[in-house]
């Protein structure tokens, strides 16, 4: 790294008002070292420093900590917009490190509807550290960039900050407006669908209870509707991974992934969430789990639709109601389906609540690592509910009343 730019980056952020620093997954690796995480951790606390990710690197710092905004970008939690745009613009973010992020469209757009958000420009400082100097500056206007190996940027940002008084007026006053913010605001979309307990099952709810369940291994998020759910309504701390592919939306990638997941690490929970759409292209490789004695856990959104689609179709070309069936799967029996290739699997039907999917879990987790077989646990979700995409409300323009669209021109 270059120690000149990493000094003259640690002043600046010692001595904003308020400074963020920005996590995207190139700094994964780096921060799976549970010395540099620590160092890391008690650098940002000492100097009161907030911390959000990336969607892909959401969990690499943990999200129960105090200046933890958690997850920014696509379905990203609440906190990281109240923290950087308060009401009184004289207290607006003043200054922003980004650690490798190539700052993509997902990373950087809170809805739908506005992206490469120019609300992530801070009013003074705005650096980016990362090991390609293709990426730095690729998108928004920097005033510094630094090509460098991130974790021996945080080892020179932490070793020299050790050296420094932080001013602890500064540092407190900080601390309180986080505290404020979470104390005021949910960060959930939908915090009423996170906590129930109703029939069918909100995913929301789904999220809460995988929390509650799953606290060491590696959980995988398909490309689809379990991406916004996830993102949104998952709070995931180390030692639990949390793994996406939202630069490519690759359908089907979670459920291979999790059998490599288990393979690599057999002593750790390997969980995918996956949606009905993407289980069935690529469901099949249940069969090499079962073939190798493979106790991984696959955990099905069935709304017999592919919803993103066709939720985002509605929103984009109204009326919503011809959009009903066009995505339809034709209703699958998708336990069957998994246990014809080996799998135990069970269905979480529509009259059964948020409790059957967690004792399902329960049972899952236990059997998956005594029996070493492949789990399926398929939930028929709550389908009136939908992701905070933020999608935009658009009018197709010059439509004829023939036209699908339904609107009168």
Known sequence: TDPQAVADTLHDLVHAKRPLIFLGNGSRDALASPERLQAFTEFVDRFGIAVMTTP????????????????????????????????????????????????????????????????????????????????????????????????ATLDVLCDKARHLHPDQAKVDARKAVIDQIKCDHAPWADPAGRDSEAAPVHPAAMMRVIDELVHEGHIFIDAGNCVGWSLNNLVVDPPVRYHSALSMGPMGFAVGAVIGGKMAAPDLHQVAIVGDGAFMMHGAEISTAAQHRVGAIWIVLDDNDLAMVSQGMAQLLPPAAQWDDYYALGRPDLAKFAEGLGAHAVTIAPDQGTDAFRQALKQALRDANQHKRPQVIVVRINTKVAPPYGWPVLTPANCAPTQPCGCKG
């Open 56 to 151: 892909d690197a959401k969990g690499i710092f943990p999200e129960t900590h105090a200046l933890s905004l958690r997850n920014y970008g696509i379905c990203g939690c609440a906190w990281p917009s109240l923290y950087m745009h308060p009401a009184n613009k004289a207290d607006q973010f003043d200054t922003l490190l980004v650690l490798g992020s190539s700052l993509g469209e997902l990373s950087t757009s809170v809805t739908a509807s506005a992206l490469y958000s120019p609300s992530l420009e801070p009013t003074q400082h705005f650096i980016q550290v990362d090991l390609s100097a293709a990426i730095i500056g690729r998108d928004f206007p920097i005033t510094r960039g630094v090509v460098a190996e991130i974790g």
